[in-house]
């Protein structure tokens, strides 16, 4: 009986060195990808709040402008056969009057300071423009928000808006 456990315990020798040091080479290789891939999914999570964040703002803001041509009413700013409307007549440019303190040309923007979440800071740009082609009712608006010390665009929208007031001329 002694004689069968001491030949079990001679087979049993363990891990050589070099299995050791591969299976620590594997395992620093592991966990250095998984450490990798964890930063880059906090980083594109970051990316994603922030975008999400600067479109809420800019949905937000042309929501307010929509509401504004609904309610916009001016019924002189039509034209007639005799005397058609005209870029700086026509509803575009009442309704950028309307939403802008500043009327100087047909482009022209305004800066909002907008604070995330996060606490960094941003700046939502709103540019609106008045359409080149006759009836001159539709404004176009594009939005552009970076940060406020710098660099690329967090978000970007452009769209177009006439006034409801525009579809009552004849």
Known sequence: ??????????????????????????????????????????????????????????????EEIKYKASIYVETTRCGTTATPATITTGYADGLRDDITSV?????????????SRTGKQYTLRRTTTLGSVAPYNVLQISYTVTPATGGNAVATNYTEVMPDAALLCP
């Open 1 to 62: 009986m002694f004689k069968f456990k001491k030949k079990l315990l001679q087979h049993q020798q363990g891990f050589t060195l070099v299995e050791v040091l591969a299976a620590i080479v594997i395992a620093t290789l592991f966990v250095g990808v998984t450490m990798q891939a964890m930063v880059m999914a906090a980083y594109l999570k970051s990316r994603a709040l922030e975008s999400t964040e600067a479109m809420g703002w800019i949905h937000k803001n042309l």
């Open 103 to 115: 009327q100087s040309g047909t482009s022209n923007y305004v800066d909002f300071q907008k604070n």
